[in-house]
């Protein structure tokens, strides 16, 4: 039996979406100069290297929504108010209450029901925040609510060890065959190689893997059409 879990930001929906109209609205300064794209990965550099601290209670998530925003801006010769930091996501948090999957998905997500696949979602984040982008995108309708784990829920985050070993008990997985879909390197290609699971590593943003002494087992994928041609080829 073949089992897809999936990452969930960055993998199933892109965030680029409701960030580029954050970006034209409220940092004019920058948009004109700066790439939204080059944007967008600064500020997400900053938001994973301060996720720990926020989810052990070390710094709010409010000052890391500023924090990524002001440094972001920085690195490219401006300085942000913390004002405009939060304008922009108060705009950000709205766009994404209207995420929609990424093209392909839908049908996927399907197919799978049809055969009886298991499908799972494992994400860090706080629980609040992500369920609510789970419930904008509709995802229970694929991938039922039971089968998502929320690292902000369990005090447990990616790319631990320990929260893939608990999703893989609380599911009785065994002797599947456990394939992890993530756009991260360190979170979800590191993780998942850690529980042994078969990592599929959807680099779709064209990110550079990070060094690592670990020995890893990975396919890239840079279109998710054929990420998906291959996961069908599992079935």
């Known amino acids: 039996m073949v089992v897809f879990i999936f990452d969930l930001d960055d993998t199933l929906y892109d965030p680029l979406e409701p960030f580029k109209k954050a970006?034209?609205?409220?940092?004019?300064?920058?948009?004109?100069?700066?790439?939204?794209?080059?944007?967008y990965k600064k500020?997400?550099?900053?938001?994973?290297?301060l996720f720990e601290a926020q989810q052990t209670g070390k710094i709010a998530i409010e000052e890391v929504r500023r924090i990524r925003i002001q440094s972001a801006a920085k690195d490219f010769g401006f300085n942000l108010s913390t004002e405009l930091a939060d304008a922009f996501q108060a705009t950000y948090a709205k766009g994404?209450?209207?995420l929609v999957l990424l093209d392909g998905?839908?049908?996927f997500f399907a197919e799978c029901q049809n055969k009886?696949?298991?499908?799972?979602?494992i994400t860090n984040g706080p629980g609040d925040l992500q369920r609510r982008k789970l419930a904008s995108l509709a995802l229970e309708q694929y991938i039922p609510a039971c089968n998502w784990l929320i690292s902000g829920?369990?005090?447990?985050?990616k790319p631990q060890k320990a929260i893939f070993d608990y999703y893989r008990q609380q599911h009785h997985l065994n002797d599947q065959k456990i394939f992890y879909i993530g756009d991260s390197f360190e979170n979800d290609v590191l993780?998942?190689?850690?529980?042994?699971?078969?990592?599929?590593?959807?680099?779709?943003?064209?990110?550079?893997p990070i060094e690592t002494t670990e020995a890893l087992n990975y396919k890239e994928f840079y279109e998710l059409k054929d990420l998906l041609t291959y996961c069908r080829k599992q079935f």
């Open 105 to 107: 998905y839908a049908d």
């Open 43 to 49: 500020s997400r550099a900053y938001s994973d290297a």
């Open 23 to 39: 970006y034209q609205k409220h940092l004019t300064c920058l948009h004109e100069k700066v790439a939204v794209e080059d944007f």
């Open 116 to 121: 009886n696949i298991f499908l799972g979602i």
């Open 96 to 98: 994404q209450d209207e």
């Open 153 to 157: 829920e369990v005090d447990l985050m």
């Open 191 to 208: 993780g998942a190689n850690r529980m042994h699971w078969q990592a599929l590593w959807f680099n779709h943003r064209k990110h550079q």
